[in-house]
C-alpha cells in the first residue's frame, strides 16, 4: 500500500477553496449516514473518539445521524457529519491529491460534485472522515479546528492499515 503524501496546501488554500464554494446549495440534508464496519481495533479507538468529541462544533449542537452509532456523530442541519473507521480513500494513492494540517491534525480534502467537501484525516490510526455540507463550505475550516483536539486525543498517529 502506498502512503499518502501531504501536499501541503496550507489552511490559506483550503479556506479559499470552501469559501469559493459557499454559493452551492446542498440538496442533502437529512440526518442519516452510512455506518462504517471496521476491524474491533480500529472500532475501539473510534468509541474513544466518539466520548472525546465536542458537545459543537462551529457553534452548531451535537445531533448524531440515524442510525445511531459510536462511529459517526453529526452537528447542526444540514448536518457537517463525521464517520470514525471508513476504508483507505483512494484519493490517498495521488501524489497530487490536495491535503491539509489543521491543528496537528493531517487531513486529505476531496471537493465533491454538490459543492460539499470532504475531510479525511491522514496518518493516524484509524480513518475519519467529515462531509461538510455546500451551505457550510463559507465556514472555512472552523469544523476541523473544533475536531483536531478529540482526533488527536482518541485516534493515535500510525498508518491504517
Known amino acids: 500500500m502506498s502512503s499518502f503524501r ?3 496546501t496550507g489552511l490559506p488554500v483550503v479556506l479559499a477553496a470552501l469559501i469559493a ?4 446549495s446542498s440538496s442533502d440534508d437529512s440526518a442519516t449516514a452510512a455506518v462504517p464496519s471496521p476491524d474491533p481495533a480500529v472500532a475501539k479507538l473510534c468509541g474513544d473518539l466518539d466520548r472525546a468529541l465536542p458537545r459543537k462544533v ?8 440515524r442510525p445511531a452509532s459510536a462511529l459517526t456523530a453529526g452537528w447542526g442541519s444540514p448536518a ?8 483507505r480513500p483512494a484519493a490517498m494513492n495521488d501524489p497530487d491529491a490536495d491535503g491539509a494540517e489543521v491543528d496537528g491534525v493531517g487531513w486529505l480534502l ?10 479525511t484525516t ?14 457550510r463550505t463559507g465556514h472555512g475550516a472552523a469544523p476541523l479546528v473544533h475536531l483536531a483536539p478529540a482526533v488527536k486525543k482518541a485516534i493515535p498517529e500510525g498508518i491504517a492499515d
Open 6 to 8: 501531504h501536499r501541503h
Open 21 to 24: 464554494a459557499a454559493g452551492c
Open 58 to 65: 462551529d457553534g452548531l449542537s451535537r445531533t448524531d445521524p
Open 80 to 87: 457537517i457529519i463525521l464517520r470514525c473507521g471508513v476504508p
Open 110 to 119: 476531496e471537493k465533491q460534485a454538490d459543492g460539499s467537501f470532504r475531510f
Open 122 to 135: 491522514t496518518l493516524r490510526r484509524a480513518y475519519v472522515e467529515v462531509s461538510l455540507p455546500a451551505s
